[in-house]
């Protein structure tokens, strides 16, 4: 996902902002709301600051929606030149049989299943993470770390029974890897978005990169027609 991160001085605050232009045969309000939600709720939650020149600022997500047709799609992808604008197919299955974002780290394109339970399984928040340019940790085993996995930590990764799939599973084994709904987004995950960002020349600063190639139904990259 591309997006917009604002520094809002008089409320002491750095306002990262972005706009789901959700298409395909199952996008729906009910997704949107709900990818918005699980998004907005769980970025937000660790509060994370950080120092401009002395100063503690705040880090807020404030990550909006909007249902189009694929018509309408391929019009607004076509001229956009706006890194708050995504545009992400929303289908209940596609060739590789898992969500997706477009090409590379932070694109502002991708296909998303239903079948992933969007909304309520963290799946859209994890997705949301690699939009902004965040990559799966380096290390895969959580194991004694004592808190929930981060929202980055991919499927199969090991972590401390109560997070498994099933509590008595063997580590590594069937069920004995993490249920995703756990995971949590950490300070140190929102820190990482930021990383390298200055506000020093200028107010609003483009995160991610924006290809505008939608995807078909089975999330293959559609041809333009020119
Ligand atoms: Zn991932």
Redesign the pocket.
Known sequence: MAAIATLQIEKRQIEIASKLYLYGSEATDDIGIAVIEEINRMYNEPEAFVNLSGDQVMVVFNITYKIISTGEAMLRAAVNLNFRNNYIRIENENHITRSFMGYGLGDNVGHWLTTDNLGTSTTAA?EFG?SLGLD?PAVLDFRGSATPPPIMA?RGSLVDPHFQWNPQAIPGEFGGTMNPKYRKVTKDEVLLILNDLSFENDTNIRLGQISNTLFDKTGSPTRWLS
Request: charged share 0%; net charge neutral.
């Open positions: 994890h690699h799966h991919p």
